[in-house]
Structure formats: C-alpha cells, structure tokens
C-alpha cells in the first residue's frame, strides 16, 4: 500500500459544489490524495501551499477562471499536469487551453470511466517525464564523455569519432570486448544528439528468452498469445523520437534478424498478433563482443543486416591495449565511489594494476577500485587492499616461471597449460556455462568452444576441476 507521500496529490478546481464532491470522493477512492478550491484564486493558495501532481479545473469560475489559473500553473510548476473540464459550449476555449500547454479537456457530462482513465494516463505521463528528465540529467552528467575515460590515442579517436557520428542519423556498430565501455559510447552518442531530451532505451538481446522477445521490441496485441491479458507497448514504442540500442546484437536468433531487417529498410514495425503498421520513429544503435564477420560466414547472422549496422564502426580497445589510461582511471573511479578528487596509489600497487591484464577490462578495473574503497588504510591503494589474483598476476596449479632453465623449456606446452587451467577457472567460476565463461575472458563463444576442443575439455567431466 503506497504512504501519503509517494500517492499522487491531485486538486480539483469547481464552482459547483456537487462536482467537486463527486471527483473528491470517486479519486478519493481510486488511491489518491485530493483537494479542493472553489475557484482559481483559491487554487492558487493551495498551490503555494502543496506541490499537485494534477490539477482538474472548470473552465468558467468567478474570480479567477480555468485559462488564467493554467497560465499560473504553467508559469510557476510547469511540471504539474493540468485537465480542463468545459461545457460544450466552451469546448473552443478548452482547445485553446491545450495550445498553452493543458494535458486534455473533458466535456460535460462524462462517465466515471472516462474521467478515471484520463487521470490514470495523464498520471503515468508524467511520473515517465520526470524519470526521464531526472534519468537525462544523472546520465547526462556521466555519459557525456565524462564516463568515458581515457588520453591515450586509441580513446581520442573513439572520443572524435563519437563526436562526428551523434549529430547524424547514421547506423552505428559499437565492437569491443565485454566490459569496455560499449554502452557508454551509446549513451554518448544518443545525449550528444538531437534526440537526447528523448528516451535512451537499452536492450540486451542475448539476455531476453527468444520466446518472448519479440513482444519486448515491438509489443503485442490483447489476446495474440495465451497471457496476453492487455494491449502492450513495446520498446521500440518506448523509445519514440529517441533512440534504442541494441546491447549484443550479435546473439539476435535468426527470426528476429528478418524482422529487425524490415524495421531498419522500412522504419516501421509491427506488434505481434497486430495488423496494423507503426512508426519507427527511433534511432538504432548496436554493440557486439563478437566477431560479426565470422558469425555471417558460419551463416549464423545475417549478412545483409551486418552491412545495414556496419556503415560507421566504433571499435572499443581493451584495457590492456590503452594501459597509459589505468592512472587517470583509478582517480576517476575513487572519486566516484569516495568523493574524493584524487588517491594515493603506492608503487607496487600501481606496478600490478599496470601490468595486470584486465580480462574484465574497465568493469573490472571499475571493481577492483570500489573493492580498495573498502579495504584501503588511509585512503591509499596498497597491494593490501587489491584480489589475490592480481597481486600474483594468476594463482593456480601451473608453477609460476622465474627464470627459463639451462636445459630449455617447451613455450608452447607450458602456455597451453596456463591457457588450459584459466579456461577451467573460468567453466567453475560461471557454473560450467562457456558463454558466461567466454564473457568472463573476453572471447567469443566460438573461440571458447575451439580452444576447450583443442585441450579435450569435457564441460561436465570438468566443473569442478580447479
């Protein structure tokens, strides 16, 4: 049950008693908190006194009437959402009254399922309209380059590029790793734009159960599939006049790689079990881990909708390849975690966090330095405070090599057993799921699948193996 102060606050303005009465006591009963005035002055001082969510005012009242008290209203809390209710005689007024920003106008007489259905939708307008400005501005403040850090060369052309591509409309292929950034750049991209007072709408593809991920891009219509109980939006509907980007494109299945085909040629869409088509007013970003090239090759994706992403590529390095960016990185992140403008990193600390080689790439830098936050003595970064498996570069059963024997050694078959033990590190840490384990390593699945072959690894016959 909501408290007094999350329950929408809503003020209905009348001359007549009897309406005011009968909209007090059916919102009353639909979960809201009501007031009443007499007429727009006495709005007025409720409104200095409580912040409304909606405001239900008569067109014609004595003192002030309903034109002059939306003009207040807009002037003052523009946020607030304003319904008109008019005779018909003053329906034109009440159009008027849409033009200077009124949400709707209701005539006289109406049913109570009308009412409720006006206020219940105008209601939830604007709870989306705030999330969404308060969302604009917390991700404008850390995406607008600020969440993308990084001075070495590589960074500045992702920076220039990202630059170039936002003010148009051209498709962009995001590529890198898992954990580089990928979104980020997006999120860059989309609030560097001219969409950017509109919705940011990420989709993960591969994280979606194939079943029902149609009726998550595009929707459905009452009844088209057993539990289909109500008419739903989907996200590319969400997403009008802003921009959807599709998270791990590559892992769409083959169905829906024909239908996201029609939405980009045709830039419309429809809902599942609907007849009628709807507008794709969105812009369409996509990011991947995997190697495209060699998905369409092995006929697993599509190669007409690879060229359709691939106009202009954005390919994110790793962590390792840009190490000149870990200091700056470690500052970014304990000022995120600490509020602290800067961190004192001591020597071997900072020679470890250089050299390590970041299979998890900035997200798990990112984990690493949340972890020092906790553990750190003093607010300084020591070896102390950093996970045994960077400290020691690896921990496991291979024996780490100081120095290379007189008598000469195999390189191949000793790097095979350090590639073959991090392999099963990674099956037992993520359940014996080689996708997971691929992501963990930032490899494709394809290249997880090849190297456990090369090692006669058994999935099942190995989880537990340390």
């Known amino acids: 049950m909501k408290t007094d102060s999350n329950r929408h606050r809503i003020l209905v303005v009348d001359d007549e008693q009897s309406m005011r009465d009968f909209l007090s006591i059916?919102?009353?009963?639909?979960?809201?908190?009501v007031d009443v005035a007499v007429d727009g002055a006495q709005a007025v001082v409720h409104l200095r006194e409580h912040s409304y969510d909606l405001v239900i005012s008569d067109m014609k009242m004595p003192r002030m009437g309903g034109l002059e008290l939306l003009s207040h209203i807009k002037e003052r809390t523009p946020e607030t959402v304003v319904l008109m209710v008019t005779a018909f005689s003053t329906t034109e007024e009440a159009v008027e009254a849409m033009k200077q920003g009124a949400y709707d106008y209701i005539t006289k007489p109406f049913k109570n399922e009308e009412i409720r259905l006006i206020v219940k939708n105008a209601l939830e307008r604007r709870d989306l309209r705030r999330e969404n400005l308060a969302l604009k501005e917390q991700l404008g403040r850390r995406y607008s380059f600020e969440g993308l850090i990084g001075k070495s060369k590589a960074m500045q052309d992702v920076f220039s590029l990202i630059r170039k591509v936002a003010t148009s409309q051209v498709k962009v292929l995001v590529t890198g790793e898992s954990g580089t950034g990928k979104e980020l750049v997006a999120r860059a991209i989309h609030y560097n734009s001219d969409r950017a007072e509109q919705p940011f709408v990420p989709i993960n593809c591969g994280a979606i159960?194939?079943?029902l991920l149609e009726s998550?891009?595009?929707?459905?219509?009452?009844?088209?599939?057993?539990?289909?109980?109500?008419?739903?939006?989907?996200?590319?509907?969400?997403a009008a006049g802003g921009t959807v980007f599709l998270?791990?494109?590559?892992?769409?299945?083959a169905l829906m790689q024909v239908k996201l085909l029609r939405v980009l040629q045709e830039n419309e869409f429809r809902r599942?079990?609907?007849n009628k088509n709807l507008k794709a007013d969105v812009r369409i970003l996509a990011a991947t881990n995997r190697h495209l090239e060699e998905a369409v090759a092995?006929?697993?994706?599509?190669?007409?909708?690879?060229?359709r992403f691939n106009v202009i590529r954005i390919d994110l390095p790793p962590l390792r390849q840009r190490r000149e960016d870990i200091p700056i990185m470690i500052n970014h992140f304990w000022k995120q975690f600490t509020g602290e403008e800067s961190v004192k990193v001591t020597d071997e600390a900072m020679r470890r966090l250089i050299d390590y080689h970041w299979p998890g790439n900035?997200?798990?830098?990112?984990?690493?330095?949340?972890?020092?936050?906790v553990l750190g003595q003093g607010g300084e970064v020591s070896l102390d405070c950093l996970p045994p498996n960077l400290v020691t570069g690896m921990s496991g059963t291979v024996t780490p090599l100081t120095d290379i024997p007189d008598t000469g050694m195999d390189l191949d078959a000793y790097l095979g057993e350090i590639e073959k033990e991090i392999l099963l590190k990674a099956l037992n840490k993520t359940g014996g799921v080689r996708k997971s384990a691929a992501d963990l390593l930032g490899i494709t699945f394809r290249s997880i699948r090849y190297r456990l072959a090369k090692y006669g690894v058994d999935v099942d016959d190995n989880l537990g193996t340390p």
Request: glycine share 14%; aromatic share 10%.
């Open 26 to 33: 059916m919102l009353h009963r639909e979960g809201y908190l």
């Open 209 to 211: 159960p194939e079943n």
């Open 216 to 238: 998550e891009l595009f929707g459905h219509e009452k009844g088209s599939f057993t539990g289909a109980i109500k008419q739903k939006e989907g996200l590319f509907e969400t």
């Open 247 to 253: 998270d791990e494109i590559g892992e769409l299945p």
């Open 272 to 274: 599942v079990g609907g």
């Open 298 to 307: 092995a006929g697993s994706f599509r190669e007409d909708l690879y060229y």
């Open 362 to 373: 900035v997200r798990e830098l990112e984990n690493v330095i949340e972890r020092a936050t």
